[in-house]
């Protein structure tokens, strides 16, 4: 009885229609926020007195690296759920989360380089971060793949789940590169323990594009299991009924 | 919780556990060749092989750039709190790569123990503010951590 309040987090019906009275206040709050933090990051912020302008790209780069890591867990814990009990909604939560790291990943090593250029003047260097988040956009891209690979849902889902935990490990190895060995990336700026490097008159706005880019990952992550929840459930009742009102009872549930 | 779902949980924390372990030694075990580039105190401890091409990387030691008058060759050494390294390049340098502050080079060490570089890399650091702020901590001396410590008169 105890876990019931859990089981009904499974249902992809109850998400959907949750999330649709969500939806009307949260996209605007998203939008808002990202206008606001990427205005104040890219216009009103000062110069870095060494990079110059240069280092702007920081408010578009770093928040899409934190949330192509914060999205690996993510996309993990939702298999390890799926796998253990067996639920449907996680699976698409799932699969949603690694689509959107695929993108959020290529955001941040396409930024990076274009902060590259013209600060350590090379677009790519075999750095340790660099590889490890190049194998994160292919540890996101296979688990896209592999989930299409399958002719049931069941078996793609079960393999996507187990590659996802597998790779794990590869989040903290990122966050750590820049301690354990010598690179090309400066170690980092915002710390949780002790005073960050990075001025408050840049930190701040920082920080609001963290919250930002969580707040829109949030929002692609509703909207893309939404549509993911339509197309695996086209058969059911509920969902016929949303898409013809009325023709619930010619459909077989 | 379900004895079921409670032995599904236990197989999904092994595979966590053992996958990690798994990659954690295997990364461990390729440590050095993960590193982007040799110290100068390796070079100094004579642990780096000759005439073989590689990356070095440390602190441009203020004082030490000195540029060629009529071509684009540029001299200067790199210094971490244990060792040295002569450096040869000609071409351009990134904006930037600055005394005190840590570059990254792609070359071959030659036996003459200096190290000719065909690519020079500026390293930035951790430290971002203004201008203004800048100015007012001190008198530009700033040096980031790699740079930290290391002794520049000796």
């Known amino acids: 009885m105890a876990w ?21 206040w949260f996209a605007p709050i998203t939008i808002a926020l990202l206008v606001i933090g990427f205005t104040w990051g890219l216009a009103f912020a000062p110069v ?22 914060a999205g690996y867990y993510l996309m993990a814990i939702a298999g390890g759920i799926g796998l253990i009990w067996k639920m449907k909604l996680p699976f698409m939560v799932m699969k949603s989360a690694a689509v959107i790291g695929v993108a959020f990943t290529a955001l941040t090593l396409i930024t990076g380089s274009l902060w590259g250029y013209p600060t ?12 490890f988040m190049l194998i994160l956009l292919f540890l996101y891209l296979s688990i ?21 935990l597998v790779g794990t490990v590869n989040v903290p190895i990122i966050y750590k590169s820049v301690d354990w060995w010598y690179s090309l990336h400066q ?11 990075i001025h408050p008159s840049m930190l701040y706005p920082l920080l609001l594009c963290i919250v930002a880019y969580y707040c829109f990952y949030t929002l692609s992550l509703i909207l893309y299991t939404r549509q993911e929840i339509l197309a695996r459930e086209a058969r059911t009742k509920w969902v016929a009924a949303l898409v ?10 | 919780m379900h004895p079921v779902r409670k032995q599904r949980l236990l197989i999904v924390l092994a595979i966590v556990v053992l996958s990690s372990i798994a990659i954690g030694l295997l ?22 092989p000759h005439d073989v091409r590689l990356r070095a990387g440390g602190c441009v030691q203020p004082g030490s750039v000195v540029r060629d008058e009529s071509s684009l060759e540029v001299n200067f050494q790199l210094v971490d709190p244990t060792g040295k390294l002569k450096v040869q390049y000609e071409g351009i340098l990134p904006d930037l790569f600055a005394e005190g502050e840590a570059a990254v080079v792609n070359g071959v060490w030659r036996d003459d123990k200096v190290f000719y570089a065909d690519q020079v890399l500026a390293k930035h650091d951790e430290n971002y503010m203004p201008p203004e702020v800048a100015e007012a901590m001190n008198n530009g001396e700033m040096h980031q951590a790699t740079c930290e410590g290391a002794e520049y008169d000796s």
Not at chain 1, 48 to 69: E, T
Not at chain 1, 144 to 164: N, R
Not at chain 1, 244 to 253: C, H, S
Request: hydrophobic share 45%; with cysteine.
């Open chain 1, 4 to 24: 019931q309040w859990f089981h009904r987090l499974g249902s992809p019906r109850w998400f959907y229609e949750k999330t649709g009275r969500w939806l009307v």
């Open chain 1, 48 to 69: 870095d007195a060494k990079q110059g302008n240069s280092y702007r790209i920081i408010f578009i780069h770093m928040p899409a690296a934190v949330l192509s890591l």
């Open chain 1, 120 to 131: 350590w003047g090379t677009f790519w260097e075999w750095d340790a971060r660099n590889i």
């Open chain 1, 144 to 164: 896209v793949l592999l989930g299409q690979v399958y002719p049931e849902q069941e078996a793609a889902d079960k393999v996507c789940a187990i590659l996802a």
């Open chain 1, 187 to 197: 170690p980092a700026s915002i710390k949780f323990t002790g005073s960050s490097s």
């Open chain 1, 244 to 253: 013809e009102p009325g023709t619930e009872n010619r459909v077989k549930g």
């Open chain 2, 27 to 48: 990364v461990f075990a390729l440590r050095d060749n993960i590193n982007l580039f040799y110290p100068p105190a390796k070079f100094s401890a004579g642990e780096v």
